[in-house]
């Protein structure tokens, strides 16, 4: 992400309904896991201008990470409350990596090139019982101008995700799409941009981006937050969730075993975009 896209979250991210639905979805499903306790570290990896976390730090001792530098300097102006590094995870986390209950990585993997050396580093480094809870894009149908902005590697299939930890001490307790329920809306959009050109985005800074009028707003927040009630159900029964959705999500536990850190192998499908050169590679 650019400094652009990061000034454009730190102005909207607190009112737009998709951070503020997607917000209450992950505090939901947290809350399944993990009871409210301030002696309870959580730690977001990527943690971007940081209203996720903060949106958590009430109940939980929050640590945030993040490499870029003006995503930090805005998410400790905003919440001077929380605690925020910048660095690259697990490294510059110490030994409060150690200490974390739930990791999040909240759309992070996507953006960069080697997912698998980020999550195995990530899981190698937290105790055993740990929960890691990701969130990615999904659905290479839906990439459009707003994917490349956000330098996106790719958008992911469940498949493609599991791949991630595949082979790993690691147990899946929740893999979903969501964003199901305005899918059908979303992918209209992207077709039209699409189909206006490679660079037309709905929204602001190139991206789909744009707080709609109050009662609209309202509405697809409910609507998308909505979705909560599903994902925990699925998660406490093992089955259900949706097979389809704008995003997948995937709530893992780290189990006892030496985890490596690994590359990308070579069997995987090539990137669709590369965002260091900004051209598409593949498709």
């Known amino acids: 992400?650019?400094?652009?896209?990061?000034?454009?979250?730190?102005?909207?991210?607190?009112?737009?309904?998709?951070?503020?639905?997607?917000?209450?979805?992950?505090?939901?499903?947290?809350?399944?896991?993990?009871?409210?306790?301030?002696?309870?570290?959580?730690?977001?990896?990527?943690?971007?201008?940081?209203?996720?976390?903060?949106?958590?730090?009430?109940?939980?001792?929050?640590?945030?990470i993040d490499t870029s530098a003006d995503a930090i300097r805005l998410a400790k102006q905003r919440f001077p409350q929380t605690e925020f590094i910048q660095g690259r995870a697990p490294d510059d986390l110490g030994r409060t990596v150690e200490e974390a209950r739930l990791v999040l990585m909240t759309d992070v993997l996507e953006h960069v090139h080697d997912d698998f050396s980020l999550f195995s580093a990530v899981a190698a480094a937290v105790q055993p019982g740990t929960f890691l809870l990701i969130t990615v894009p999904a659905d290479l149908r839906l990439w459009t101008g707003h994917d490349e902005s956000f330098g996106h590697y790719r958008r992911y299939d469940a498949r493609r995700l599991a791949k991630v930890w595949e082979d790993l001490p690691i147990e899946p307790l929740l893999v979903s799409h969501f964003n199901r329920r305005l899918y059908p809306l979303i992918k209209s959009v992207r077709a039209v941009n699409r189909w206006r050109g490679p660079d037309r985005v709905a929204g602001l800074a190139g991206t789909d981006f744009r707080i709609p009028p109050a009662p609209v707003n309202r509405l697809l927040e409910n609507i998308f937050a909505g979705e909560a009630g599903v994902l925990c159900r699925a998660m406490q029964t093992g089955r259900g969730g949706y097979r389809k959705g704008v995003s997948l999500m995937a709530l893992l536990q780290r189990k006892p075993g030496q985890i490596d850190i690994r590359e990308k192998p070579a069997g995987i499908a090539a990137d669709y975009f590369d965002p260091v050169a900004g051209r598409l590679v593949a498709g």
Do not use: K
């Open 1 to 64: 992400m650019l400094s652009a896209q990061f000034q454009l979250h730190a102005e909207i991210e607190q009112r737009h309904w998709w951070f503020v639905a997607r917000r209450r979805i992950l505090r939901a499903v947290v809350g399944q896991v993990l009871p409210p306790s301030p002696a309870t570290t959580i730690i977001d990896v990527g943690c971007g201008t940081g209203a996720n976390l903060a949106s958590l730090a009430e109940e939980y001792r929050c640590v945030g």
